[in-house]
């Protein structure tokens, strides 16, 4: 091999292994120069509920001409909000007038509220009026009926599970306990008595 030849082989050799050290640094350098890119942000997204718990101080309830909140499912003017339901929705309590109402809004509050969801069947009609627990109304008290239900300071009738008055016996939900016939506001507290009359009956004594 001539001089000539041994010099450009070595050259060669030499300019090869440069050029692979260069891509090497080139590749680091670009992997440590490189940012990662960032995760996308998880946004978690619920359903919003209606729950219960204190109320709150915000109500959601619009009122009516006398400032009495009105309720979202009946529409009926609640003048004793503490006497009735309430749910908590969205930061705002929205108080009811009786257990079925309080059913159909926590079902569907945002309907109720913004008026889309149909009234509440047991809760309809100007005088707030609810059928009896066969879905037809009840017949009114004969004579020998014992009524167990007190009365409040203007000599109505109150529901023994929720306070409220009761306008009309003859189409009031009733069930008879003990000898004695109780008148409710609504079906649903037929239910809650039923499942604890004891409670409700002594309750009924204390307020006589």
């Known amino acids: 091999m001539t001089l000539r030849n041994l010099t450009l082989t070595v050259a060669l050799v030499l300019s090869t292994c ?4 260069g891509c090497q640094k080139s590749e680091s ?43 979202p499912v009946s529409g009926k003017s609640i003048e004793n909000p503490e006497n009735h339901p309430y749910v908590n929705y969205e930061g705002k309590t929205y108080y009811l007038w009786c257990p079925n109402c309080e059913a159909k809004f926590t ?8 008026g ?3 009234k509440c069947s047991d809760c309809e009609g100007e005088e707030h009026e609810h059928a009896g627990p066969g879905g037809e109304d009840e017949a009114a008290p004969d004579a020998e009926t014992v009524i167990g239900n007190a009365k409040n300071a203007d000599g109505a ?9 009761i306008p009309d016996l003859d189409k009031a939900a009733s ?3 003990e000898g004695k016939t109780y008148y409710f506001c609504c079906p649903g507290c037929v ?14 004594s204390l307020a006589e």
């Open 191 to 204: 239910d809650q008595f039923k499942a604890d009359p004891e409670k409700y009956v002594a309750k009924v």
């Open 29 to 71: 350098g670009d992997t440590a120069g490189a940012v990662a890119p960032r995760p996308s942000p998880q946004i978690e997204t619920a359903p919003a509920s209606a729950t219960g718990g204190e109320a709150l101080e915000a109500i959601g309830n619009l009122t009516d001409e006398d400032g009495n909140y009105v309720c």
């Open 175 to 177: 069930t008879v306990h």
């Open 18 to 21: 440069l050029a692979f050290a």
């Open 116 to 118: 889309t969801a149909l």
């Open 157 to 165: 009738y109150i529901c023994p599970v929720m306070d409220n008055p």
């Open 107 to 114: 079902s569907d509050p945002t309907g109720y509220i913004e």
